[in-house]
Structure formats: C-alpha cells, structure tokens
C-alpha cells in the first residue's frame, strides 16, 4: 500500500492558461465558447496569453491530449484529455499528474498512462 498521496481539492481554481487542464480545455472550443470561457472567468488578460499558446494549443487540438511539464510543480508532467461533447468541444477535462519514482515499482509508462487516460475521456464522451 503506497503512503503517498496527491491531489487538488474539488473545486480549486487553475489558471486556464498555465494548466494543462485549461490549455487542454482552451484546445477543443470554437471561437464562440472559447470566448464565452474566457469572458466567464473574467479574464481579459487571459485572451492575450491563450493567443499566445495558439500553436501549442492547435498541436494538443491535432494530437488529441497534451503531455507537458505541469506549470505548478517542478518534475510533474500533466496528461490532459478532453472529455467531448457531440460536437467535439471539450465539456471536462481528466488530467493525471505523472510522476516517475526511483524505487523499482511497476508503474504504467507515461505512454501507457496517456493511452488508459485518452480511454477513459472517449468511454466518458457525450453521445
């Protein structure tokens, strides 16, 4: 039984720019809810910086996820799918903080923990 235990508390809110849940939530709008989602969070200056991130976000949009080193804490790597209406627009968003250990466990790979994760997000799709 692992001791070790992390987590964000149930309604904690990220910055949409600087998470891989937000980047990732960001990818999968079309220009009217992606401006419904910033003007929502009342966040102007968010607009600027999502422009920013618009090739890295066109680049989760192709690839489906993002896997990217998390914004939050040093050597976490987030894994962020789209849970997707019918339309194709991200409703949520799953993310798994990887996290690799020294000690000689058997863990997923980070492939093999984006595969179960990309999964989960198509079996959680809204028909």
């Given at each position: 039984?692992?001791?070790?235990?992390?987590?964000?508390?149930?309604?904690?809110?990220?910055?949409?720019?600087?998470?891989?849940?937000?980047?990732?939530?960001?990818?999968?709008?079309?220009?009217?809810?992606?401006?419904?989602?910033?003007?929502?969070?009342?966040?102007?200056?968010?607009?600027?910086?999502?422009?920013?991130?618009?090739?890295?976000?066109?680049?989760?949009r192709d690839l489906g996820y993002r896997i990217g080193a998390?914004?939050?804490?040093?050597?976490?790597?987030?894994?962020?799918?789209?849970?997707?209406?019918?339309?194709?627009?991200?409703?949520?968003?799953?993310?798994?903080?990887?996290?690799?250990?020294?000690?000689?466990?058997?863990?997923?790979?980070?492939?093999?923990?984006?595969?179960k994760l990309c999964e989960l997000a198509r079996r959680l799709?809204?028909?």
């Amino acid at each position: 039984l692992d001791t070790w235990e992390f987590r964000v508390r149930v309604g904690a809110r990220l910055d949409l720019v600087a998470s891989g849940s937000g980047q990732t939530m960001l990818a999968f709008q079309d220009r009217e809810q992606l401006a419904e989602l910033l003007a929502t969070w009342s966040a102007g200056h968010l607009t600027e910086e999502a422009l920013r991130l618009h090739d890295e976000l066109a680049q989760v949009r192709d690839l489906g996820y993002r896997i990217g080193a998390s914004r939050q804490l040093l050597g976490v790597n987030d894994i962020s799918a789209p849970i997707r209406s019918l339309d194709g627009q991200a409703v949520a968003i799953i993310t798994c903080p990887y996290i690799g250990r020294p000690a000689p466990a058997v863990l997923p790979t980070m492939d093999e923990a984006r595969e179960k994760l990309c999964e989960l997000a198509r079996r959680l799709a809204i028909d």
